[in-house]
């Protein structure tokens, strides 16, 4: 087992120094749809989070409680409910997304939502109020307060992201069910290594493990340059 390890890490040196085009592959698949995933929850998490935050009214803490329930939502619960969703019997088979980097989007923005949303609202909620009332009183509306206090909440917004595109990006569930785990065209980080593993592949699957692990570095390092920096 210990050489087969061995062998293992240099076929990943080897695959990473080639610049390997199934790796690569790999690598392309999976940024382009987290990024695009969890760049197009935000745009529709970001409103709904802040005007929950900026606003009181009934019924706030149940929507706050059920938020808070599927920032946890099971990764392959969610892509079993896409799936039936997409799956030509649901009521959006016709469209042809399923088995498609298309519906693994889709998976990941669902549960990417609910963790923006979470983060955007307990970033304004957490603002003094005094700044709120100073904006006001500055004669801003109700948009110009909104905008005030998304960039004084940046850095909290900017860490819920960061959440959101890691747990994206190392999710194996959701996307191994509605994509399909197809080779060039479905194939993600996580559902390459369950693959190669599978079929004793070590070089590839350890490959893709150390760039996971150095993406999943990454998101934590800034994290925490966000929460410890100043200003």
């Known amino acids: 087992m210990s050489n087969e390890i061995i062998d293992g890490i240099l076929e990943a040196l080897r695959l990473m120094i080639t610049f390997d085009n199934e790796l ?3 690598i392309w698949v999976s940024f382009r749809v987290s990024l695009t995933s969890t760049f197009l929850a935000a745009l529709v998490a970001l409103p709904i989070g802040s005007f929950i935050g900026l606003r009181e009214f009934r019924g706030k803490k149940s929507i706050s409680n059920l938020i808070n329930t599927f920032m946890g939502f099971p ?3 969610m892509g079993l409910i896409v799936f039936l969703l997409l799956s030509r019997s649901g009521p959006f088979g016709e469209l042809g997304l399923l ?5 693994m989007i889709v998976a990941q923005i669902l549960l990417a939502v609910p963790i923006i949303t979470g983060t955007a609202k307990a970033a304004i909620e957490s603002i003094d109020p005094i700044l709120k009332e100073t904006i006001l009183s500055l004669g801003a509306n109700e948009r110009q307060l909104w905008w005030e206090l998304i960039k004084d909440s940046k850095k909290s917004i900017i860490a819920g992201f960061l959440v959101a595109f890691g747990q994206a990006i190392s999710e194996v569930g959701a996307v191994m069910i509605v994509g399909g785990n197809i080779r060039w065209y479905t194939r993600t980080f996580t559902t390459s290594i369950v693959l ?20 999943a570095f990454i998101v934590n390092y800034g994290m925490t340059r966000l929460q410890t920096r100043t200003g």
Do not use: H, K, N
């Open 24 to 26: 690569w592959g790999v």
């Open 75 to 77: 990764p392959v619960v």
């Open 99 to 103: 088995y498609s980097t298309s519906a």
């Open 196 to 215: 190669q593993t599978r079929m004793g592949e070590f070089g590839m699957a350890i490959a893709l493990g150390i760039i996971l692990i150095s993406i």
